[in-house]
């Protein structure tokens, strides 16, 4: 498992390219952060199904739908998955679901819900989603709160339904 098959996994999933993703500065702390959560062997496997399943596909559909029934479907990769979405956009790591862990076990420790690292929060791509800054992590600029983000308009492809879950 490397660090350039998650941040191609990731970018695929959050919908951000891979320049963004590392340009956060947190691809190598979400990286580390998932092998400890949810254990080495399931991001490997998640990565390699991912690699195996998907990225042979050429259209856009087709990914999404193979995505869903390979990767987000499966009980054991499906919350991981989504884990990492969220790990992306808000900065956390929020605890794999009890029935998971129940099944799966706790690979790295507790299995609660703790951010990253101390730049995550700022990171997170939610704000460059919307087009804001972190409330009371990056300093704004003189009046930029005088007039409401302008928010970029949704995806045109609808977001498959295993994202939502």
Same mark, same amino acid.
């Given at each position: 498992m490397s660090l350039e098959d998650f941040v191609?996994?990731?970018?695929?999933? +959050?919908?951000? +390219?891979?320049?963004?993703?590392?340009?956060?500065?947190?691809?190598?702390?979400?990286?580390?952060?998932? +092998?400890?959560? /949810?254990?080495?062997?399931? &991001?490997?496997? &998640?990565?390699? +199904? =991912?690699?195996?399943?998907?990225?042979?596909?050429?259209?856009e559909q087709a990914r999404a739908e193979q995505l869903t029934r390979a990767v987000f479907d499966d009980p054991r990769l499906g919350p991981v998955a989504r884990n990492i979405i969220k790990l992306w956009y808000c900065g956390v790591w929020f605890g794999l679901p009890p029935e998971w862990t129940e099944q799966f076990g706790v690979p790295g420790g507790d299995g609660g819900t703790f951010t990253a690292s101390p730049q995550a929060y700022a990171q997170g791509l939610l704000w460059f989603a919307?087009?804001?800054?972190?409330?009371?992590?990056? /300093?704004?600029? =003189?009046?930029?709160?005088?007039?409401?983000?302008?928010?970029? /308009?949704?995806?045109?492809?609808?977001?498959?339904?295993?994202?939502t879950r």
């Open positions: 191609i996994f990731s970018s695929e999933v +959050t919908g951000f +390219t891979e320049f963004d993703l590392l340009g956060t500065g947190q691809a190598e702390s979400y990286l580390d952060t998932v +092998t400890k959560a /949810a254990g080495e062997q399931n &991001l490997s496997d &998640l990565l390699s +199904t =991912y690699r195996r399943e998907v990225t042979e596909l050429d259209q919307i087009g804001a800054n972190p409330p009371g992590a990056r /300093a704004p600029g =003189y009046g930029s709160w005088a007039a409401p983000p302008r928010i970029p /308009a949704l995806p045109s492809s609808p977001i498959p339904s295993s994202l």
